[in-house]
């Protein structure tokens, strides 16, 4: 009897085992949104400014998981950039998809949970103007106007433009992200988690390089 009995627990750990170890969510889904820090041009024309993400994927055990995710990054200018070089009722955004791999560390500690992300995407920016403006013969360049693909007198960028009309321009280029979160379990929401993550994403788009830096908070689940 006691063999039985010594053999009955064993299976029943194993089975507790395997079921711990397949305890996990399938799928993943994200959603959230935040504040947005550019670099390079972005900081130049932008600052500071806002985005929101959406995605989902699988997760093939508790530490290994990837995602598909869709960006929307608002690319407007600062008032002043708009006022100085002269690009009236000026907007502008970036939109991505990307594929990320993601890391979950193993321990946690409580309710809080960390996870690294890496991945790789497609990043298409557009700027326009409210109405298109005519830039006349020998115009001085502006900076910002590089976004709307001018072509400058002799291939010279910097010194003055042909005249050309601009309204509005989209680019398409490849890139890569990557950064880290915290997660907190809610315990009041079946298997949904509060996040704060920051992430950087580079885009080589053909006049420069796109950077910006989203903070983001919102729910994984």
């Known amino acids: 009897m006691s063999n039985r009995i010594l053999l009955l627990l064993v299976f029943c750990g194993l089975v507790a085992s395997a079921s711990a170890q397949s ?18 041009d972005v900081a130049s024309y932008v600052g500071n400014s806002n985005h929101g993400v959406a995605g989902g994927g699988m997760n093939f055990s508790r530490m290994f998981g990837i995602d598909a995710e869709y960006m929307y990054y608002n690319l407007n200018f600062r008032p002043g950039v708009i006022l100085s070089q002269a690009l009236p009722g000026q907007s502008g955004r970036m939109q991505s998809v990307s594929l990320d791999g993601i890391v979950t560390v193993p321990r946690h500690f409580g309710k809080l949970g960390a996870y690294g992300i890496l991945g790789i995407g497609f990043y298409r920016r557009s700027v326009s103007l409210e109405h298109g403006q005519s830039v006349g013969f020998n115009t001085v360049y502006e900076p910002a106007w590089r976004w709307w693909d001018l072509t400058w007198v002799n291939n010279l960028p910097g010194t003055h433009l042909n005249t050309q009309t601009m309204s509005s321009n989209s680019k398409d280029a490849g890139g890569f992200n990557y950064g880290g979160g915290v997660t907190y379990r809610l315990s009041y929401l079946h298997n949904a988690k509060l996040y704060i993550e920051g992430r950087y994403h580079r885009a080589y788009h053909s006049d420069g390089k796109t950077i910006v830096m989203p903070i983001t908070v919102g729910l994984r689940w």
Do not use: E, M, P, S
């Open 23 to 40: 305890d996990f969510n399938r799928f993943n889904f994200t959603a959230g949104g935040g504040l947005g820090i550019g670099r390079g």
